[in-house]
């Protein structure tokens, strides 16, 4: 009889398989306005402060630097001041399974990594997973992209589709919000960025939490209306798009989310993260469904 048995794509693959080896580590004391620099530099959303023996400390993120500009501390406060305390560990050798499970249950995006002997080996982020798994979806006898034309018009795959992942839930802000406002937004729905709109309701931007902390940097007071600091266009995707083709998006592009449209229209239906991606855990389409099922010769 067919038993169906937890497994995807990422069953059998280890931490090491998809860390980031090279991560940033500053010590607790140097300065907010330093340390955003190094964050913009290296494309990270968080470093690992060092205390005075250079062992990990705790971890400052951009919620963190963004927490710091909406409470008006100084720039030039030390780390130490805004960091979370102490940093949250996987071991290189865990499944990245249970990886991902441990960061679903703190509720945390990211892990650092010990080797087997106790020191730190790397970082392990959503967008890490969803990166590996896109390697793998990519190169795979299923990927659309090693398909041909007439192969590509008769597809026996059933394909994950971005309407399948996407959170539905959309929050945006007036384009005259302040700065403040849209902070409040994004700390009370734990997002990454917010969708600006115009006074006809249209998207017209993005402020992320890269844009924020820029503003800091720059010292903008964070009465600032949104549109000063806002990314447009708005990128976006379909609904019906496929999940491959958005996750290759999202990563060639250096972005963690998009924003999701009902069609060709502007109405903003929804937004897809890289940590949507992660969560899943399949893959972009249900060609590996057969390698979940194994028969018990025994029934």
């Excluded at 030039?76 to 249970?98: H, K, N, Q, Y």
């Excluded at 250096?254 to 993260?273: D, N, Q, W, Y």
Aim: hydrophobic residues 40%; glycine residues 6%.
């Amino acid at each position: 009889m067919a038993i169906i048995v937890a497994r995807s794509v990422l069953t059998g693959l280890t931490v090491k398989d998809a860390m980031r080896r090279q991560f940033v580590r500053l010590p607790q004391t140097m300065s907010i306005d330093h340390s955003i620099n190094y964050l913009i530099k290296h494309k990270a959303n968080a470093l690992m402060t060092l205390d005075e023996k250079g062992q990990p400390a705790g971890v400052a993120s951009k919620t963190d630097i963004m927490g710091a500009y909406y409470a008006d501390l100084p720039i030039g406060s030390p780390l130490s001041d805004i960091m979370v305390a102490p940093p949250l560990f996987c071991c290189r050798d865990d499944s990245l399974d249970t990886a991902l499970e441990k960061m679903r249950t703190l509720g945390v995006y990211r892990l650092y990594v010990r080797d087997p002997a106790g020191e730190v080996a790397g970082a392990l982020a959503y967008p890490d997973m969803v990166g590996l798994l896109y390697r793998y979806c990519h190169t795979c006898e299923f990927s659309r992209h090693l398909r041909g034309p007439a192969e590509a018009s008769d597809d026996p795959v059933s394909r994950l589709t971005v309407r399948e992942v996407m959170t539905d839930q959309v929050v945006a802000a007036a384009d005259s919000d302040p700065l403040t406002a849209v902070m409040e937004q994004l700390s009370m729905h734990r997002f990454g960025a917010m969708l600006i709109e115009s006074a006809d309701h249209l998207p017209v931007g993005v402020v992320s939490k890269t844009d924020l902390i820029l503003a800091y940097k720059h010292g903008l007071p964070a009465d600032t209306p949104a549109r000063r600091i806002m990314t447009s266009p708005v990128r976006a995707c379909l609904r019906d798009d496929y999940l491959e083709d958005a996750i290759q998006q999202m990563i060639f592009a250096g972005i963690h989310r998009m924003f999701v449209k009902h069609g060709p229209a502007e109405t903003i239906a929804g937004v897809l993260s890289l940590s949507d991606a992660a969560r899943i855990r399949s893959g972009s389409c249900q060609a590996c469904v057969s390698s979940r099922i194994k028969v018990n010769a025994g029934q």
